[in-house]
């Protein structure tokens, strides 16, 4: 267990419909600690100025934050240099971006784009919309009934006509850990270049861009304690370098004339106009805070908390779980007979329990199923097992409520 933590998260402490809030949403947003919100009220303080284009001291004080984010958020993930580190919004634009950026491009009519079958919405639609413009299609990695993808399909699937894959790490819906380090190796031995996303493995398992071996990889800050509105891409340097802008604008440019505009080195290149300062400055303080817990230490307290709230779920009829890969990050899919997601989660909250029920932009996944939604139980670092024992509480009144 991790113990001490919880009072680091001041929204933790408040009620909810009269009962102490238990904040099982964390696959949609993390709570942020005192820290990262002190961060960045202390760079609003201390040292807002717009970055990289100051000579006075404010400004190369900004600029020296933000950058030292750069090289403290390339650590984390063990990049090979923070130059291949790329601020973005978050995980959706860091996809947009090497969409348009580097397979737009490549594509010709008729060529193929595998994604697999348990993709985040964000990793669908930016494909599609490629797709349709170029007239190119959209392959589909199956799974199977537990929630794992069936590599076998890959030999199939996979043909000269394949230009990219695009393959998340963690399902956000139901929290299968995808073997990305062998799909990656898969792609690489046709030589096709893949994007793996992120966003729901950063912040439960410890990631080594340099072992795992994509040639993107995205996620976004406020799923790893951090603020909103900021996220990475991390790409390969010959690629970022080959590729041409997304945006135009100020500071990605070096030189503008009516005639031509030469534009920045990478990773400003990709950086246009004036970025979210803060937010960098709260992510990199959230990674410092995740160093400091252990992100090890934090994989296997969620482990233990998914077990033992899959344990007791199961003990409860007609309550069945969505989603039993072997391999699993801390989300807890399920549904109940007779009782639609919505009224379980209206259930939940009026007992002070935060969880999420829909279809967790997975259209697909949910489509799979033959079902219309789930309600998904998330855990985190600052969560425990009396908060297991308060959700299994509140499936059991949902059942009485409306069994």
Known sequence: MIKGIESDFPVLSQKVNG???????????????????????RYYNESNANIHRGVHALSQKATDLYENSRKNISNFINAESEKQIIFVRGATEAIN???????????????????????????????????????????????????????????????????????????????TVNPIEEIVKIAH?????????????????????????????????????????????????????????Y???????????FDETVYNDVPHKFEAGTPNISGAIGLSTAIDYIREIGIEKISKHESELLEYASKELNKIDNVQIIGNAENKASVLSFVI???????????????????????????????????????????????????????????????????
């Open 189 to 245: 031995q046709h030589k096709i270049k893949i994007l793996i996303d992120g966003a729901q493995a950063v912040q439960h398992i410890p990631i080594d861009i340099q072992k795992i071996g994509a040639d993107f990889y995205c996620f976004s800050g406020h799923k790893l304690y951090g603020p909103t509105g900021i996220g990475i891409l991390y790409g390969k340097k010959q690629l970022l370098n080959e590729m041409p802008p």
């Open 97 to 175: 971006l090497v969409a348009n950026s580097h397979v737009r491009p490549l594509l010709n009519q008729n060529d193929e784009i595998i994604i697999s079958q348990m993709e985040h919405h964000a990793n669908i639609v930016p494909w599609q919309l490629i797709c349709e413009e170029r007239n190119a299609k959209l392959r589909i990695l199956p799974m199977n009934q537990r929630g794992e993808l069936i590599l076998d399909s890959l030999g199939k699937i996979i043909s000269k006509k394949t230009k990219f894959m695009a393959i998340n790490h963690v399902s956000n819906s139901l929290g």
């Open 19 to 41: 009962k102490k809030l238990v904040y099982l949403d964390n696959a949609a947003t993390t709570q942020k600690p005192k820290a990262v919100i002190k961060s960045i009220e």
């Open 247 to 257: 945006q135009g604008g100020g500071d990605m440019i070096k030189s503008v004339t």
């Open 337 to 403: 007979k007779n009782i639609h997601p919505h009224d379980i989660g209206t259930i939940m909250d009026s007992n002070g329990v935060a969880i999420r029920a829909g279809k967790h932009c997975t259209d697909p996944v949910m489509d799979f199923y033959c079902i219309p939604a789930t309600a998904r139980a998330s855990f985190a670092a600052y969560n425990n097992k009396d908060d297991v024992d308060k959700l299994i509480k509140s499936v059991k009144k949902a059942i009485e409520v409306f069994g």
